[in-house]
């Protein structure tokens, strides 16, 4: 039941087995749709929960909006219409009855949200509204599907936020990018480079557009979160006004912003290896697993009280921890079952340990072991719990730092991306077309433009003029 | 902005006026459709947090599965597919290309599920499989909208559970069922009466369908939640086998069960008065609200810093409070809006207050009003948060008691269902034809077989023949 391809020698198939195997995901019977099974559900509960707390500190407030979308609602704002239509999934039909108008499965929730919104707007005491919504949202796939990277459906969290002025959007745009920052680098240990997205590539219908991205260990880069200001874009044609504190009449400024569980396919990617995934102890369901070891059915009732014992202390130090008490498996079929589950930490007790009055701690991560007296386990568990937590992360930032390159011409970067991969820092002049040839030559796109513009190390990579400073190009999922 | 008709008068406009003034729900722009404000999202919330934590204790896992099904998967169990198919929403385009085959928007998960879950069990070792998932659902409603309680688009939670054995599908129904019970009568404090629904009243597929239902104040029932025992009516054509125990296959036995928004709908219609709604404290957003009073700078600033040593107390004792500091309404806007939304106990702090060291507890249920020393004022304000939760009950539960009659002949249902309506206890001979043709009289349904059947009391209420017992008549929404 193992993964039966190495993970640097064919990604793609051990990301699929790994998903899969681990039960984090398992393929619909519809092309382009996956099941998130419990154990994934319980990580992205995780990504959750870390999200509801942060936004709530903030004052933001979560709401339901409805899933279809008018075709003339969503038709409002023609940019964000012409964006969307080709990947729409649309209902004609109500039992047997054709509609009048097409609904669209929503694809994105500004264009609903913003008709109900500027019915709730009258003054400027009514801002900021600041909403959230944990949804699921429909973009027909035409390419294969990969578990959570690339699907039709996927879920995701949506804010949409309404202010009086152009700096506060800004400020939002910019606090919840924070957030995402904190929620991959901390709690799922991913490093993440910053920036805007070129014109385009940010969304369609924004001002513009701040990403993060992560790399890959293929050298692809991988869009963690976006959050765009919207400018007055979506608030003139949806008549979002209020009263302002002058007595008179204004557009609002609106923001919008979203991460995916495209979040839980970036952790297994990073963090795993050939014998699955490893979760960072942050967002693991299971943190520490217990697995008793013995050879008769003395042993046996001996280690599985210990287990109990050890259970119960790892849960009153808040930690999540699980008891595999099967008899029908062997210690040795459930070690590979929980390191291809990817539990950070095994608390290991056999018939040596019940002599010596010791719980042997084995790390997912590096394989490491100890030995720690009974009564240190649950603490000395905590503590490598954030070690591992730690290493996870210092080790991707090594992954991400060694495939960041930098060229100075187009035959360096083209090597580059032709080669091994990665972020390739190289100087653009900020043209659309010098971006589309380089595209076009390598399949790289601009990934992002560093918010603090660096001095120029060249001329720009494509066509040699000026340049306005170095961005990050990457070929990308 | 108040309520502008009296509840008694009008429940239907009353309950619009109610949902929408409060800000627990606003009217989507398609018919059918409505959107979940942040004030009746967050008891969505509070439901789903009890749900989770109960279902958890019994080692229910969620869980997310696609919003769309091909309609191949959703023809496998014939009833169930022509139960659902003429309210079902179907998706046939996917941007500008044709599918080949329809889509249907999940009136109900069961046949996806199954379809997923026949994959993932081998052996008896892998059940029970206790699923489940909160989604939205679609079923076309022709009918007009009412916010909750009739809409196409619908928040719900939906449970399936697969075993090995017809006892332990039939023992989980009835769990379930007693958990849902616990959540209307001990956090919404509405009173249900439970039972069997009859053969035509069933979800379509099931075996048998047990349910909950509640009396609103103009007389109608809703049913505020179902059990289904499945049988092995969908694991055959979904071929859901298991090696057992015995070294053989067998077809697994399996249930569904679920809750919906239309929760919401029943606390607002059971328990708010003329002023509008009235929250039970276990699931309001906010269960003391701290109102300023003062008439110059100097006081405003000494009743504002009360309020908010107050407000650090109450949140102190667990308590979830609100200070409305705002200072461009006054006192009185501020009850009246507090009122509306269904706060269950205010918190007055005022100049002879202030003089007095004290708090003035004003409770939302009542009217009645106290003067409590500071110091006791959070634990007092948790006493009567508890006090007024079991009067809600209390009172639902008189209403519940004075609204059910007994009929013992046709007549006198007839006139009891035509004039003030409410559950009308009749004896039933079980056959459909008489159960139609009440419904053709009267369009009052069986709305529940009493689990344990009473002896009957007269004839069939219909027939006039022998009757099985009594069963509980009314009309529903």
Same mark, same amino acid.
């Given at each position: 039941?193992?993964?039966?391809?190495?993970?640097? !020698? /064919?990604?793609? &198939?051990?990301?699929?087995?790994?998903?899969? =195997?681990?039960g984090l995901a398992d393929y619909a019977p519809m092309k382009g749709f996956i099941v998130l099974m419990p154990y994934g559900y319980s990580i992205w509960e995780r990504i959750r929960a870390f999200m /509801?707390?942060?936004?709530? =500190?903030?004052?933001?407030?979560?709401?339901? %909006?409805?899933? *279809?979308?008018? !075709?003339? *609602?969503?038709?409002? !704002?023609? &940019?964000? %219409?012409?964006? %969307?239509?080709?990947? $729409?999934?649309? $209902?004609?039909?109500?039992? /047997?009855?054709?509609l009048n108008e097409r609904l669209a499965v929503r694809p994105t929730s500004e264009t609903i949200i913003y008709a109900s919104v500027s019915k709730w707007i009258k003054s400027w005491r009514d801002l900021p509204l600041l909403l959230n919504v944990w949804n699921s949202v429909m973009r027909a796939e035409i390419k294969s599907t990969k578990p959570f990277i690339r699907t039709t459906e996927f879920l995701w969290q949506e804010g949409?936020?309404?202010? &009086?002025?152009? @700096? @506060?959007? &800004?400020?939002?745009? %910019?606090?919840?990018?924070?957030?995402? =920052?904190r929620l991959m680098e901390e709690v799922l240990a991913i490093p993440v480079i910053s920036g805007y997205k070129s014109e385009s590539e940010k969304f369609v219908?924004?001002?513009?557009?701040?990403?993060?991205?992560?790399?890959?260990? /293929?050298g692809k880069a991988l869009q963690m979160g976006t959050s765009h200001n919207m400018g007055q874009n979506f608030s003139i044609p949806f008549e979002i006004k209020y009263l302002g504190r002058d007595e008179r009449e204004h557009f609002a400024w609106t923001t919008s912003w979203g991460i995916s569980w495209r979040l839980i396919g970036a952790v297994v990617m990073v963090h795993g290896d050939d014998k699955g995934l490893i979760l960072p102890p942050r967002i693991a369901p299971i943190q520490v697993v217990i697995v008793p070891i013995f050879y008769s059915d003395e042993e046996r009732e001996r280690a599985l009280r210990r287990g109990r014992e050890l259970l119960e202390e790892l849960k009153a130090n808040g930690i999540r921890a699980h008891l595999d008490d099967r008899t029908q498996y062997t210690p040795g079929w459930k070690f590979n079952e929980w390191e291809l589950k990817g539990v950070p930490l095994r608390a290991e007790i056999g018939p040596r340990n019940l002599r010596e009055g010791t719980v042997t701690l084995s790390r997912r991560d590096s394989g490491g072991k100890e030995d720690v007296v009974e009564r240190d386990a649950a603490r000395r568990a905590g503590e490598l719990l954030e070690e591992i937590q730690g290493a996870l992360f210092e080790r991707a930032k090594a992954m991400l730092e060694s495939m960041t390159h930098v060229a100075k011409d187009f035959s360096e970067l083209k090597a580059i991306i032709e080669g091994r991969g990665g972020f390739v820092k190289a100087c653009w002049c900020g043209s659309p077309e010098c971006e589309s040839k380089i595209k076009e030559q390598t399949g790289a796109t601009i990934r992002a433009i560093p918010f603090e513009r660096e001095e120029p190390f060249s001329g720009c990579v494509w066509c040699g003029r000026e340049a306005k400073g170095p961005v990050y190009f990457a070929r990308a999922y």
């Open positions: 039941m193992g993964i039966t391809v190495r993970k640097s !020698e /064919d990604l793609s &198939e051990w990301y699929t087995q790994a998903v899969t =195997k681990a /509801d707390a942060e936004l709530e =500190k903030l004052g933001h407030k979560n709401a339901y %909006f409805p899933a *279809l979308i008018p !075709e003339s *609602l969503l038709r409002k !704002e023609a &940019e964000h %219409f012409s964006g %969307f239509v080709p990947e $729409v999934l649309w $209902v004609t039909q109500a039992g /047997d009855r054709q949409h936020t309404i202010h &009086e002025t152009k @700096e @506060e959007a &800004e400020r939002e745009v %910019f606090l919840i990018l924070g957030i995402y =920052k219908g924004a001002l513009y557009t701040t990403t993060l991205e992560a790399i890959m260990p /293929d």
